[in-house]
Every structure is written in structure tokens, then in C-alpha cells.
């Protein structure tokens, strides 16, 4: 039972667009969301995160944006750079503290110059 | 600050035998947490040590054990191990209620099963 679904396995974005990644829960209880970023060979890096009393957080070109009703997040890049081209994770726990993370399949996301 | 270490980096073992693997977190942080990777599986967690207690535990069945040394390294074994349990192993560092951020991984350990 996946409970944190990332649907799209990959993404190809022109260099200097927006990238938008989505991911879907069905764990209503889930109250902390991350997002992480992974290079092959290399473990995963957090980005961002954002709790569920809140609708959006920025920081950088990274912003999160948060739908409780619709259990739907999303993370935009702008611009894109090719720095970026990765496997995005995103993740859910019960709390903010919780070290039990639950993630999605990841989206491979690839910038073209 | 160095970060989180795991050794070692790729193991290849064959079914029935057992593995352990060794995660080192970062200094002054006492939990760590294991995931196991697997192609179109994501990260699945293992398990949280936080005190050299178990914390927290996912849905992996008994062969797979851990525990947590006083210096806060933590080991991770798998015992008669199976095809499916090739994957890589990740294991991830916090300070817990000693920071408010989040979790730090290690490079993980490639481990084949053959």
C-alpha cells in the first residue's frame, strides 16, 4: 500500500522554466512533508518542507506548496538549471520530529540546456 | 562537520548467508535511521535507534535487525538473506530534539545478492 505516490517516474524541463513536481498522500494523519533531492550515488538531500498548517513555504528558487483537502503537494523550481537534474523524493511523516519518513517512488527530473 | 558515514559501500553476498552493515552518524546526533532502496519501491524505513533503543519500526520481517552502540554508531543485519534483499541500504542521522531540522543520509551501502 503506497501511501506517498509519486506518479510521474520522470520530468524534462527546458534550462530557465519552472519544474513542477507532484506527489500524493492518502494517509490523512500525515502532518510533515519534505522533500529531497538525490544524486546517483549519493544518499538523498533535504530541500524543503513544510507542515500541514501551513499552504506554501519558500526558500530559494524552491517553493513547496501544500492542498490538505485535495492531499496533494507540490514542489516548483524557478528557473531550472541544469544543477538540478536529479531524482526528487518526496516524503510524509506523523510529525514534525517523526524520523519514520514515508516517501514516494521519486520523479527523475532532467534539465536541458 | 563530517557527515554520515556508511561502510562498507558495496558488499555482494549469496542467499542464506548474513551481512551486517555499519552507519556512523554525524557528531552530536543520536538517532539513526535505516531504508532500504529499491527500484520502484522508493525509500522503505527499517527502523529508528534513538539511546540505543528502538524507536521505531517499518514492516520488514524479523531477519532484519539492528542496533545501537553508545557512541550512537549503529549496525544493521540481515540474516539468511534472500534474492530480494538486494538493494541499497541508506542509513539517516538526526539531532532530534536537539535540532529542528531534519534528517541527514549517508551515501549507503550497494548491497547484491546473488
Known amino acids: 500500500d503506497q501511501q506517498v505516490k509519486q506518479n510521474s517516474p520522470s520530468l524534462s524541463v527546458q534550462e530557465g522554466r519552472i519544474s513542477i513536481l507532484n506527489c500524493d498522500y492518502t494517509n490523512s494523519m500525515f502532518d510533515y512533508f519534505l522533500w529531497y533531492k538525490k544524486y546517483p550515488a549519493e544518499g538523498p538531500t533535504f530541500l524543503i518542507s513544510i507542515s500541514s498548517i501551513k499552504d506554501k513555504n519558500e526558500d530559494g528558487r524552491f517553493t513547496v506548496f501544500l492542498n490538505k483537502s485535495a492531499k496533494h503537494l507540490s514542489l516548483h523550481i524557478v528557473p531550472s538549471q541544469p544543477g538540478d537534474s536529479a531524482v526528487y523524493f518526496c516524503?510524509?511523516?506523523?510529525?514534525?520530529?517523526?524520523?519514520?519518513?514515508?516517501f514516494g517512488t521519486g520523479t527523475r527530473l532532467t534539465i536541458i540546456p | 562537520k563530517a557527515g554520515v558515514t556508511q561502510t562498507p559501500r558495496y558488499l555482494i553476498k549469496t542467499r542464506g548467508q548474513q551481512v551486517t552493515l555499519s552507519c556512523s552518524p554525524i557528531?552530536?546526533?543520536?538517532?539513526v535511521s535505516w531504508y532500504q532502496q529499491t527500484p520502484g519501491q522508493g525509500l522503505q524505513f527499517l527502523f529508528e535507534?534513538?539511546?540505543?533503543?528502538?524507536?521505531n519500526k517499518g514492516n520488514f520481517p524479523g531477519r532484519f535487525s539492528g542496533r545501537q552502540f553508545s557512541n550512537s554508531r549503529s549496525e544493521m543485519n540481515v540474516s539468511t538473506l534472500e534474492l530480494g534483499d538486494s538493494a541499497l541500504y541508506l542509513c539517516?542521522?538526526?539531532?532530534?530534539?536537539?535540532?529542528?531540522?531534519?534528517?541527514?543520509f549517508g551515501p549507503g551501502t550497494r548491497l547484491t545478492v546473488l
Open positions: 539517516a542521522s538526526s539531532g532530534r530534539w536537539q535540532t529542528t531540522d531534519t534528517q541527514y
Open positions: 535507534y534513538f539511546s540505543e533503543t528502538q524507536r
Open positions: 516524503a510524509a511523516s506523523l510529525s514534525f520530529g517523526n524520523e519514520k519518513l514515508t
Open positions: 557528531s552530536g546526533h543520536r538517532s
